[in-house]
């Protein structure tokens, strides 16, 4: 799960001796000219429920905001979503599924459906992530017809034969869950003092 493979790196990178602080968003990166030399930073919720606020110096930066997207957007205003990227993923948590049948024990799975593709990805817990990537069009078109989330997710489920065999009397156990717009490019990925990831 992210939050579990999140909370591994970062303590793995404390243990190395990063200085880690948590709960800390960074509202903007300070440039000297051309080249980033701090960020301005903000905890929220610091003594008497009052948010706190500071100023961190240094030599280089990188930017790994994310979907945030820090010095794309609000630096470079140059962020933009590649159409062949326009998708979405819809997802959920399985248990008690068949075996892929596939590859080695404990791999993911990849299966390509008529409209996009379906991961499989077995988790520690004996879990597995099932996930149907489809175009943002192909799923406006099918909220036209039926707006559950769910009955959407299952029918792309259905298109492929594989899947279908992996949650067959399996339990859904999670709510199915959507993101979208994921996938940016920007056309400053390195200046002088940062690096976009």
Same mark, same amino acid.
């Given at each position: ?52 606020? @500071? ?7 990188? =930017?790994?905001?994310?979907?945030? /997207?820090?010095?794309? $957007? +609000?630096? #470079? ?38 409209? @996009? ?7 520690? =817990?004996?879990?597995?992530?099932? /996930?149907?990537?489809? $175009? +943002?069009? #192909? ?47 920007? =056309?400053?990925?390195?200046?002088? /003092?940062?690096?976009?990831?």
């Amino acid at each position: 799960r992210r939050a579990d493979f999140d909370r591994l790196l970062l303590d793995h990178a404390r243990s190395e001796g990063v200085e880690v602080h948590e709960g800390v968003t960074v509202r903007q990166i300070n440039f000297d000219g051309e080249r980033a030399v701090s960020a301005t930073w903000e905890r929220a919720g610091g003594e008497n429920g009052e948010a706190t606020s @500071g100023v961190v110096t240094f030599d280089y930066v990188l =930017d790994a905001s994310g979907r945030a /997207g820090l010095l794309a $957007t +609000k630096h #470079h205003h140059s962020r933009r979503h590649h159409e062949v990227f326009k998708n979405v993923a819809l997802w959920g948590y399985w248990k008690n599924t068949k075996p892929f049948g596939y590859g080695p024990a404990g791999g993911i799975g990849v299966c390509s459906i008529p409209h @996009g593709w379906i991961w499989q990805i077995p988790l520690h =817990d004996g879990t597995v992530s099932v /996930g149907a990537v489809i $175009t +943002k069009k #192909h799923l406006r078109e099918q909220q036209q017809q039926r707006t559950d989330l769910t009955e959407i997710y299952l029918g792309h489920l259905a298109e492929s034969p594989l899947i279908t065999n992996l949650i067959s009397g399996a339990e859904l156990s999670s709510e199915v869950k959507a993101e979208t717009d994921y996938s940016y490019v920007t =056309d400053r990925f390195a200046g002088p /003092g940062y690096l976009i990831a």
